[in-house]
């Protein structure tokens, strides 16, 4: 059999545990008259002197809450992380079984049952044994270890360094303290709730603390379930859970373990046939462990990036803490509960869609990212990319779909379709020009003409010429855009995208004539809530990623509610809508969700291809999807191999349309009624204009551009 290890004992120490035998003899009546008559000098004095020392310590002791694990959870409530400095969950008592309680007793306290916090009888052997040869021997109850694991705890939680050291440091003054807090705990606590609570808190391993962990860490079973020699190996851990931990050193925890079961023994907590039996099992052969990391790095991958950016909104919330350091402390140690807006259906429909269309570590070197959102509350419902969240090659912990800021290409028309919308022009206006050059006075803000660079706008063939807003949009013919943009106040396109949460910077962005057709970034979240405000009746709400954060008790620290306001009138809200719903109808014959659920939606595709996008909404679903090079964002993306099949140009409406968005939306409403846009009264169209009117409209707009040329 082991033995415990033995330790050197120093004179202040042996001092101790006398002062704390005679403390305790005196104040439990069991200290003969007489015992220790020979002592003398120094000795004497300070037995004498005792007295006043333990009367001057405070008569209570607060039991704190340990630290403990907290969770964030998805819709559903199933956990997608945990955070903690300390492993530890903690558990009542009935939910942890008899013999890791018969277990923990045998070995640190026998008399636990008997004693009144402190034990004078193990006090006496541990100083008989510490004079003699027969090494150390410890003298603390279960109760002063609770008392002292405690006092650590406190002072972990409050970030006091100095009371850490205190209640560990090694001088008669801890000591004295120590039995004084333990024999006031056994007045107002019970045996049961004493070693429950010292269950919960003692340390099991590196960064296990408690049983519960400890048992799901090491047999990944509840503590509940524990056999005898599961919780033999357990009791183990507590005199050295690093010596001991048997991932790391199996023999010494098996050594260690057949000495508590050979304690049971001789105690009657277990039979002979029981040791026997247990001795026989090698401890590599009990163990099935439960690795979890800590934080987001934990989570399944696909789940990791929406935790990470729940994370960020959590810190970033004062209703946590003054500071950040002070939302971090709570996290990892206060055992709270974040309930999130994450639905999992939807979140496994997303992933789906962008591994199924470019999988993970495809040879193209492409990623993909989506993010949908309830447009009535601004819930974020699923955000995925193709990526393997970590630090590790070919990992990444960049989160596209919150934080990657892309070239947004021709969804940004949609912004100049409302300025047009807002200032009263019809749908029907004819747009467009045969003429592709805009000079450098061709702008105009609050009326008056702004400078910019001159502007010749490049297009696909086939998208010359005069057209009404529907096809012009359907068809994305960006002449027709920036032909409308030069009849608007120019400035007001960009403070209703900045309006809509689209930023540079955190500022409006620059207006000029290129970003009209989609060099302004955005990410995709920051798309899919711009878009989902035409479907909320140009109510913009802000994502939202957390429902409630619970404390230990289930008591509410906050509950998140929608945060929106208007943003755009709602008849103009409705006309935007139709006008996409009716192009998407007409022109995007290749996406189309299941059941015929109409939608409302805009693709767009930057230069070279770089960067697609697909992003639309019903009622009560937006989502906008992106395709590109997350690290490098302008590098083209043109005659390319993805998933075994060759593109030589990638569209996001012939691309992610179908390929994602379709199936992701199809997916993700599977099962929900189907819900009707809110449309409005366009007009009607004006009658055919016949060839003749043509060509003096054209005569006119060729003797017009002759001025325009003259004033250059």
């Known amino acids: 059999m082991s033995q415990s290890r033995t330790r050197l004992i120093r004179p202040a120490q042996l001092i101790g545990l006398l002062l704390a035998f005679l403390s305790v003899s005196s104040l439990m009546g069991v200290l003969g008259a007489g015992l220790f008559a020979p002592l003398t000098g120094s000795a004497a004095i300070t037995v004498k002197a005792m007295p ?64 009144r916090g402190v034990d004078p009888q193990g006090i006496l052997r541990a100083l008989v044994n510490n004079l003699g040869d027969s090494g150390t021997q410890g003298a603390s109850t279960i109760t002063q270890q609770f008392v002292r694991n405690s006092l650590q705890e406190r002072g972990y939680l409050e970030g006091d360094a100095e009371q850490v050291a205190a209640a560990t440091e090694q001088t008669t003054q801890r000591k004295l303290r120590e039995i004084k807090y333990a024999l006031a705990i056994e007045q107002k606590m019970s045996k049961d709730d004493i070693l429950t609570g010292y269950l919960n808190i003692a340390p099991f391993g590196p960064i296990t603390y408690g049983v519960e962990a400890a048992a799901q860490r090491y047999f990944s079973k509840h503590a509940s379930d524990l056999t005898y020699i599961e919780s033999a190996l357990l009791a183990g851990l507590v005199q050295s859970p690093v010596e001991y931990d048997p991932l790391t050193y199996p023999e010494a925890a098996q050594e260690r373990r057949n000495t508590v079961l050979e304690v049971m023994r001789d105690q009657e907590y277990i039979t002979q046939e029981e040791y026997d039996a247990g001795i026989a099992v090698p401890v590599a052969d009990m163990l099935k462990p439960t690795r979890t990391p800590e934080g987001c790095s934990g989570a399944d991958s696909k ?34 509960t974040i309930r999130t807006t994450l639905d999992p259906a939807k979140q496994d429909a997303a992933y ?9 570590d495809d040879e193209s070197d492409l990623d993909d990212a989506l993010v949908s959102l309830d447009p009535k509350t601004g819930n974020i419902v699923a955000m995925a990319q193709n990526t393997t969240y970590g630090v590790e090659a070919g990992q990444t ?17 949609v912004f100049t379709l409302i300025q047009w919308l807002k200032e009263g022009h019809s749908v029907y206006d004819p747009v467009g020009s045969p003429n ?26 086939g998208k010359d010429g005069v057209m009404n807003s529907i096809r012009a949009t359907g068809l994305s013919v ?10 608007v106040d120019f400035c007001q396109i960009f403070q209703t ?40 009746d140009g109510n913009l ?50 996406v189309r969700i299941a059941d015929g659920r109409p939608y409302a939606a805009k693709s767009g595709t930057t230069d070279n291809n770089s960067n697609t996008w697909f992003a639309g909404y019903t009622p009560s679903l937006a989502t906008a999807a992106w395709v590109g090079h997350a690290n490098a964002s302008t590098t083209p993306a043109r005659n390319v191999v993805i998933n075994g099949r060759y593109y030589s140009e990638l569209f996001g409406q012939t691309f992610i349309g179908p390929n994602i968005w379709s199936p992701y939306m199809s997916a993700a409403l599977s099962g929900t009624p189907i819900e009707n846009l809110e449309l409005a009264n366009l007009g009607s169209p004006p009658p055919p204009v016949s060839r003749d009117s043509e060509k003096e409209k054209q005569d006119e707009d060729e003797a017009e551009e002759e001025t325009d040329t003259d004033d250059r």
């Open 52 to 115: 006043s020392v333990f009367n001057e310590l405070p008569h209570e002791i607060n039991v704190t809450d340990p630290a403990e694990e907290s969770l964030m959870l998805d819709a559903t409530g199933a956990v997608i992380a945990r955070f903690y400095d300390k492993q530890r969950i903690v558990v009542p008592s009935a939910n942890i079984s008899d013999s890791m309680k018969n277990a923990i007793i045998a070995i640190e306290d026998k008399r636990f049952k008997e004693h």
């Open 436 to 461: 592709r050059h805009y000079h450098a006075h061709a702008f105009s803000c609050d009326g008056q003409p702004i400078t910019t660079t001159p502007f010749d706008v490049n297009d696909l063939p």
């Open 497 to 536: 995208a900045y309006d809509f949460g689209i930023d540079e910077n955190g500022k409006v962005p620059n207006a000029y004539p290129a970003a009209v057709i989609g060099t302004v970034t955005a990410s995709p979240l920051q798309l899919a809530n711009a878009f989902g405000a035409m479907a909320n």
């Open 397 to 413: 912990m960049s989160n596209y779909g919150a934080k990657g800021k892309f070239q947004v290409g021709s969804t940004f028309k």
């Open 541 to 590: 709400c802000k994502p939202q990623s957390m429902t409630t954060v619970v404390d230990r008790d289930e008591t509410t620290l906050k509950e998140y509610q929608p945060d929106c306001h208007q943003v755009l009138a709602t008849d103009v809200a409705h006309k935007v809508s139709t006008v996409l719903s009716r192009s998407t109808a007409q022109y995007y014959t290749n």
């Open 478 to 487: 960006n002449q027709a855009f920036v032909n409308m943009a030069s009849r």
């Open 352 to 360: 789906s869609a962008l591994t199924s269309t470019i999988p993970v």
């Open 303 to 336: 789940l990791a990036y929406f935790c990470d950016y729940v994370v960020g909104q959590f810190l970033n919330d004062k209703a946590f803490g003054e500071n950040e350091a002070e939302r971090e402390h709570l996290l990892k140690t206060g055992g709270i």
